[in-house]
Nanobody, 124 residues
Framework: QVQLVESGGGLVQAGGSLRLSCAAS????????MGWFRQAYGKEREFVAA????????WYVDSVKGRFTISRDNAKNTMYLQMNSLKPEDTAVYSC?????????????????WGQGTQVTVSS
């Protein structure tokens, strides 16, 4: 099975930046589409960003477009989320996910593998 481990969360002031990482096990990393999701206190988990196995396709929720960038380094079995111009409303637990099908990640539909999550807190 694929194991995913997030890192890079923390406390940051509004307007600041954080870079989240998601390290994956296995030797078939490039065959998986991946994505980032977040769940704020008292709210449902929401899709944030997705990237195809090759990195050729990306998709973002409207609220983070222009501020967040998803990327991956298949040689390192690692996916990243660069978060700039952070806002208090970005505060949430951020989780990475992986699935063989890009559409499942984009649509948050029965995604196969999940990390444990990392807390991002943006102070005002």
């Amino acid at each position: 099975q694929v194991q995913l481990v997030e890192s890079g969360g923390g406390l940051v002031q509004a307007g600041g930046s954080l870079r989240l990482s998601c390290a994956a096990s296995g030797r078939t990393f490039s065959s998986y589409s991946m994505g980032w999701f977040r769940q704020a206190y008292g709210k449902e988990r929401e899709f944030v960003a997705a990237i195809s196995g090759s990195g050729g396709s990306t998709w973002y929720v409207d609220s983070v477009k222009g501020r967040f960038t998803i990327s991956r380094d298949n040689a390192k079995n690692t996916m990243y989320l660069q978060m700039n111009s952070l806002k208090p409303e970005d505060t949430a637990v951020y989780s990475c996910a992986a699935d063989p099908r890009y559409w499942r990640v984009v649509g948050n539909n029965n995604i196969e593998y999940w990390g444990q999550g990392t807390q991002v807190t943006v102070s005002s």
